[in-house]
Each structure stands twice: as C-alpha cells, then as structure tokens.
C-alpha cells in the first residue's frame, strides 16, 4: 500500500537528477522495490510509518480486547453528574440541566440533558423530579447569586447496583432556621412520600451554601433521610464514598485506569507506594509493602480508612493535608533505602512545586507514575521540573527522571477529554 501511495506521487515528481535517460525505468523499479520509500523527506517517512504503525496496532488491540473479553462502558456511564438550574430557552426559570453559552457572553441558557449519550437514565429522572419540586415550590431558583433566589444545583450519584444519592445546594438567603427546616421537610416528603418517590433515592443531602462551592467543612451536607455513604464496587474493593468526596466519574473506566497504573508502576512486596491523592493506592496494597496516601480533604481520608478496614487492608497509612506540606518530612521519614514507587494524580491545577521538587530530591524514588486528566498546562510545567537537568536555582538537585511510556485511557466517551497515564523512571 505504502509503495503504491508512493509510485502515485512519483509519477508527479521530477525525475533525480542521477539516474541516466536509459537506466532511470529499471533504477527506479529497483528504488521503488527496495527503498519505496525513498521519494518522501524523511519526516514524511516517519509520519507514512507512524500511521502504519497506528493501524495494526488498533486491529491488535481490537483482537485483545475481544480475547480478554474486554467491554468498555461507552453510554450513561457517569456515576455522577451535576445539574444546574436556571432559564431555560424558553425563558422558565426552573429549569433543571446543562448550561449553554457564556455567563461574559450574557447568552447562559439552561438546556435539559436527558438526551447526552454519558448520562445514565437515573439521573435523568433525579433531575426531572427536581423541575417538578421547583415548579412547586413558592421559593424561586437561585439564578445569580446578586439577585437573590435560594434553589441551586443538584448532585445525583449513583454506584453500580443504581443506589442514588442525591445532594441538593441552597442558598438560604435570609431565612430563618425555622423556614429553613420547612424546606428541608418539604423536598424530603417529596422525594419520599410525593411524586419524587419514583427516583427511590438512597440518601438525600441537603448543603446551604452562599459560595459557589462549600467544602462539607465549610458548610456540612445534611442528611434529609437514607443511607449516609453509597458503596462502589472496584477491582474487588468495597470503597466507601462520603458525598464531598472525588470518585472517577466512569467506575468502569476507572477500573481500567488503575489496572494501568497497576502494571505500569511494577510495585512488588518490596516497595512502598506513596499515593499522592488516594483511591489508587487502595487498589494497589495487596502488591505492595505499605502504601502512604496523602489527600487533602477529609472526607475522603476518612472514606479511604472505612475502605482500608473493611476490605481488610492493613498495610495503609494516611495523612490527610495538603501534600506540599505532608511530603518533604514524610519523605525524609523513608529514606532508609526502600524504593518508593511514587502515583500521582492531582487535580487539574497540577503538583504544587513543592511536591514536585519533594519527589524530584527523594533518591528513593525510582518509579513515578503521574495521571493527568490535562496534560497541558501545569501538568506540562510539573513533568518539564521533573525531566529537566539538575538546578541548584531551583533546588531541583536530585537525579532527572525520564519518560519512558504514556497511555491513554478513555474515562469519557462521546467527549473530548481523556486521561493520561504517564510513566517515568530514572
Ligand atoms: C483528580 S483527584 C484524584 C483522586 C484519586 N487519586 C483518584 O484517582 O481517584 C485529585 C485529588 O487530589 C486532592 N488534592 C487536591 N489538592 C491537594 C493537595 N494540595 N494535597 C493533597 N491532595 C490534594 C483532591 O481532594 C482530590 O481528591
């Protein structure tokens, strides 16, 4: 295929300057025999290749996954999504959806999204009970925050057995505690005992919050009624999850992810994983010898040590703070020789510096896996500071690290985004 693709462009180009008038036809069959790709510039030669590459390696991966029985969840996978309410582009200020447009822009629209191929059919109907309790309410949405209103957005979290927790945000204005309880009572009779009752909720919370977002520390999540954690089911862990906490939004897909973190990071009984920001770690423990997890929010801490006990893993340790802080002395704690497989999977803000250069002069570390769910940006900057030459300026002294695999691992289909698994070793 490629010599053909090149015997076409041939025709259309020039003739090399040495080959003679009589030998040209057989110089060339030969060329295009033995070298067909010889017409291109080597860039152009790489790039034929790569494509070539590209597609046996897809036809492979196709026959592998069918061998492995390998099924990825491709629609409704989300195990939670958030809705807003707002203005519809009917101009109904109770509707329940997905925003349009640019608040700068001034053309926001609020659209219902029981249509989009990620949303499960469950949180389609948490959401469209939720239009139905605003309709009846005499209290008016939240639309923006100068304006007054007290109804915001809605949480619907599911797990794999479709237990739904659900987390209404309220913003309460000036009302009363008195009034306040009223509301509360009102949404938990609808959703019990009213029209509402078909979405067979698990648990619903219930968050009053003037911010755009409150941690549960700045503004606890009150139980109206249910179960106060939902359970997932991951790689054959229970795991314990509190409503403020972070959990991949495809469980399917996240269970591919650490399968991949799993075998990329090659921890064995004689290294130590240090899990900088949690669940992975969990994942991970029956290979290693301890696992140290650092994770900033609380809830999540306390999740990850309702997981650790009852799936009875004892070989976890857990700090909960933020990791710039935690690591330096946590790291000069362990430097007595063990190797320390360090995973990392921050936020999209990237490591802190301090993280970075923690890692970067910890001789112990060998072995770094980092998961970006965006790989431009700060991320770029962190993997730049680790891969660079050593820099007394900015204490960067240890050894560089090299990356030497990337994988990408699709958590959102039907999207753009994508989360890449980045190994580096040194
Ligand atoms: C993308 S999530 C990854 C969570 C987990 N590692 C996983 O893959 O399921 C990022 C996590 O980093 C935590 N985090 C954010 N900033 C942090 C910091 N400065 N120190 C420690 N943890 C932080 C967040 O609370 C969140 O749980």
């Known amino acids: 295929m490629i010599a053909k693709k090149c015997q076409r462009r041939q025709k259309s180009q020039k003739k090399p300057r040495h080959l003679g008038p009589l030998d040209d036809s057989w110089q060339e069959r030969l060329a295009d025999v033995v070298t067909p790709l010889w017409r291109l510039s080597y860039e152009e030669q790489l790039k034929v290749k790569f494509e070539a590459q590209k597609k046996i390696l897809q036809r492979l991966e196709s026959y592998l996954q069918m061998l492995n029985g390998v ?27 997905y925003y349009l447009g640019t608040w700068r822009d001034r053309n926001m629209v609020c659209v219902r999204s029981n249509h ?20 009846q309410s005499p209290l008016e949405p939240c639309l923006l925050f100068p304006e007054g209103g007290y109804w915001r957005e809605r949480i619907a979290h599911t797990n794999s057995q479709g237990h739904t927790m659900a987390i209404i945000t309220f913003h309460p204005q000036e009302l009363r505690q008195e ?42 999540y009150q139980l109206l009624f249910g179960e106060p954690h939902i359970f997932e089911d991951l790689l054959g862990l229970k795991i314990h999850i509190s409503p403020d906490a972070f959990f991949q939004v495809n469980t399917a897909g ?25 669940v992975i ?34 070989n976890c340790e857990f700090h909960t703070g933020r990791a710039e802080k935690i690591l330096p002395q946590l790291l000069k704690s362990k430097e007595d020789g063990q190797l320390i497989v360090a995973v990392v ?55 560089r690290f090299v990356l030497r695999q990337a994988v990408p691992v699709d958590l959102f289909p039907h999207t753009p985004h994508c989360e890449l698994v980045l190994l580096f070793t040194r």
């Open 71 to 97: 099924n990825p969840v491709i629609n409704g996978y989300r195990n939670k999504s958030t809705f807003s309410v707002n203005r519809g582009p009917d101009g109904n200020p109770k509707t329940v959806g």
């Open 116 to 135: 989009l191929k990620n949303i499960p059919k469950k949180h389609s109907q948490v959401a469209q009970y939720y239009e139905v309790f605003l309709q």
């Open 179 to 220: 009034e306040l309880c009223v509301e509360k009572e009102t949404v938990k009779k609808f959703f019990t005992k009213g029209s509402g009752a078909v979405c067979d909720l698990t648990s619903l919370y219930f968050q009053e919050s003037a911010m755009t977002r409150c941690s549960h520390q700045q503004s606890p």
């Open 254 to 278: 996240a269970e591919m992810l650490y399968r991949t973190v799993g075998e990329l990071s090659g921890v064995n009984s004689n290294t130590i994983l240090l899990d900088i920001c949690c």
């Open 281 to 314: 770690g969990l994942s991970l423990a029956q290979y290693t010898s301890q696992v140290l997890g650092i994770e900033l929010m609380e809830q999540a801490v306390e999740d990850a040590r309702w997981t650790a006990a009852f799936n009875g893993i004892t």
């Open 345 to 399: 999977n921050p936020a999209r803000a990237g490591l802190h510096y301090q993280v970075v250069q923690a890692i970067r002069n910890c001789g112990a570390i060998r072995i770094l896996v980092f998961v970006s769910c965006k790989p431009h940006g700060e991320t770029t900057r962190n993997i730049i500071e680790l891969c660079c030459p050593p820099n007394s300026a900015k204490k960067l002294l240890g050894e």
